[in-house]
């Protein structure tokens, strides 16, 4: 029996892209052996891995302009691996800081190099609950680049326009809200996600990389921290996760399978309206933090009156078969994070849930 | 129908390691989600990451001094990150070179600072075929560390002494041999090794690092490249490839149960003298580049007398279910590869085969 996960990541998986999994988990379309267990060289694992690349590429509609890459270490180690490719001595990064994520990108840019503040929400007590406007951004023209980060797990933050950059490549940690909706790609130099909220299991990293500016970037590091590297070897510079890009795969096909992005963001949207309306309609219960232009369609934060009832709800949720409702470790309440594969009939009956908590408690 | 994996790998992983998989791919212990599906943070998960370490300490008798790391990006990220922990401005490193990964890693340390040859067993032809002795090797006794790599999955050679490094700190690249028979740790700093050949799939690498020597690696680097922040967080630092560690954690499990590391150097060195006894019944026909004394019983290499006779041994050892026997692409002939996974009885089939190829074609 499972369980209605709304779990911030590693997140919930489409049940389809599991299933799949579980039935050739020990032969592999009659080859007699787990993907798992095939040579990331051999015809077999080659076909899952153009086949990722290409439902991503079909997907996100990729132009040629960019390139896709499968990466490790999740969206930390790009926080190193950004500026060591982009960032040269003498040059400066600029950093628009909306979350914790985007902080701790900033901090570890600067062991790498110069990296500036270009904007941050952080109120005095240092959380985050809005998305900085145009006018706030101190931009430096001169910039290697600029990193955002595209939605905020922690304080259920998102862009929902993208801020103009003039010429200088824009970078964006999609972590959280890759493949949420469809985004014009061309728009950036350099998107990166870590699979685990809305792709697959952790353990792999996809990255959407212009060509050119990857093939201009430093080369006075390690070989295998250059996106060069990897972009020249189509990802197969060495072993990759296998596994973890076989379950992408299963994700990919089966997003493609229920109509692609445009079909994916009207089920999201459907989803953050229903969870809004109902936080709207009970302001002196649920209290949402978020500047409402700022809310995010993926992470849906609000307190409650007391955090007795916090932890109340949270309890009551799981005994009515809903799980991974408590909000970050840090800052309490509740967080329900609404992922691709959180249905919108999951969130109906999450909402009646609430429904029936307020009148039980309010 | 499961075929002989002889894989060099990805390789065969357990058959029981996966069917328990598989079982609970949907629902892990009845909490209603799959593994990858649940938080890294969270009490499902702990167990399985907290199992996985001491499952590893208890088989390789893990001393106090030392820790488990789970790590990301492979051996070949490994080639870059342990000079950049252990090789300050100024230091120099020595590596031992008995391979193309050891080569391979040697590069690598050129990119982040000084690493000397201490002894190369390369041929003309570039090729290797034995492990140098100990009056070979000209160490630096103020070298930062030794770097070796314990098996040469490529050339099929293995070290069976450690050399002495005097006081200077070990550093073992174990990724194709880790686990194949009890192994004393103390006498490294640090060993890594990429799961894909004898404990799990690709997209995890596990570490055994000397707490005093990690605690001391330098702090001017990127926080996500410091073994001491995976060391300080139990490597749950960010989020951990928890799909892979679970697999591994499967593998370990399935060793304890079959009597542990010295059960399985039995096997091992069963499967290998199977092997290296039929080559050299028949030496005008199998023909094995490696010195004796340097043998590898993780992979067995040899050569037919011409390369489409190598070609007919692939392709009929594939019509009789067996797979992965194909040398390296830039050395040819036949390699067997003997992980853990690869029972006595899979190398008697093959055996067999051999027996009767060369009765058929000699």
């Known amino acids: 029996m499972r369980v209605i996960n709304f779990n911030a990541g590693p997140a919930g998986l489409p049940l389809p892209a599991l299933e799949r999994a579980r039935d050739e988990l020990l032969d592999f379309q009659g080859s007699g052996m787990s993907i798992m267990e095939h040579s990331h060289r051999g015809k077999e694992y080659d076909a899952v891995h153009t086949e990722a690349i290409s439902l991503l590429t079909e997907l996100l509609g990729i132009p040629d302009t960019h390139q896709v890459l499968f990466l490790t270490g999740g969206a930390s180690q790009q926080f190193a691996q950004v500026p060591m490719n982009f960032l040269p001595p003498g040059a400066s990064a600029d950093y628009i800081l909306t979350g914790v994520w985007s902080e701790k990108a900033h901090e570890e840019a600067v062991t790498v190099g110069k990296a500036r503040v270009a904007a941050s929400t952080a109120l005095p007590d240092k959380r985050h609950v809005r998305i900085p406007r145009q006018e706030e951004l101190q931009l430096d023209p ?51 996600a870590g699979a685990q909220k809305n792709l697959g299991p952790s353990g792999v990293l996809i990255a959407v990389a212009r060509k050119d500016l990857i093939a201009r970037g430093r080369k006075d590091i390690p070989k295998i921290f250059r996106y060069s590297t990897h972009a020249e070897n189509n990802s197969l510079y060495n072993t990759p996760p296998t596994l973890a890009i076989y379950l992408c795969r299963n994700v990919l096909a089966w997003v493609k399978g229920v109509g692609g992005l445009p079909r994916l963001e009207r089920w999201n949207r459907e989803k953050g309206e229903l969870l809004y309306g109902t936080i709207d309609k009970h302001t002196g219960f649920y ?51 609404t992922y691709n594969a959180v249905t919108v009939d999951n969130v109906k009956t999450l909402v009646s849930f609430m429904e029936e908590f307020v009148r039980k408690n309010g």
Chains 1, 2 share one sequence.
């Open 142 to 192: 001169k910039a290697a680049y600029v990193h955002l980060t595209s939605n905020n797990t922690i304080y259920g933050t998102q862009w929902h326009s993208w801020p103009d950059v003039g010429e200088v490549p824009l970078v964006a940690d999609m972590s959280s809200d890759f493949l949420w909706k469809p985004t014009d790609v061309s728009r950036f130099a350099f998107i990166y």
């Open 287 to 337: 209290r949402g933090p978020v500047e409402k232009e700022s809310r995010s369609y993926m992470n849906v934060v609000f307190t409650l009156p007391t955090p007795e009832l916090d932890e109340r709800f949270v309890a009551e949720a799981k005994k009515a078969g809903m799980v991974g409702l408590k909000g970050y470790r840090t800052v309490g309440g509740i967080r329900v994070s």
